[in-house]
């Protein structure tokens, strides 16, 4: 199978939650661009044999994406993601960002049985 069809091992959880924060701030979001001749490659699945990130990275589960966001900082969605966690919980199944990437934002949705939103340092 190709990195093609890649989207078949996408958590249908994490796709809701892209889409969310793209409706939301009515802002374009990358996440792989590769095909159409970018350099963005594993911000969204990763092949468990891939050696980019964590061994058991939520990338490696297809519930894992580093955005890019067009116009808008990752901070500033991060800000609004922690102040609306709620709102976001309701919506979305969200579980956890990374905090202070400079570039992306890391959003997932793996389980934590947790009912608040998991900060993890990239």
Not at 33 to 41: A, E, P, Q, R, V
């Amino acid at each position: 199978m190709s990195l093609r069809n890649s989207t078949l091992f996408l958590d249908v959880r994490l796709v809701k939650l892209v889409q969310y924060i793209r409706d939301r701030f009515g802002k374009p979001i990358t996440v792989n661009d590769w095909m159409n001749g970018g350099t963005f490659i594993n911000s969204g699945f990763r092949s468990p044999l891939c050696d980019v990130g964590a061994h058991f990275s939520q990338h490696k589960f297809g519930r894992a994406a580093d955005l890019k966001l067009d116009g808008i900082t990752p901070e500033e969605v991060r800000r609004d993601i922690i102040a609306n966690f709620n709102l976001y919980r309701e919506k979305t199944a969200i579980t956890t960002i990374e905090a202070q990437t400079p570039t992306w934002l890391h959003v997932d949705v793996r389980f934590t049985n947790m009912e608040h939103l998991l900060i993890v340092n990239p």
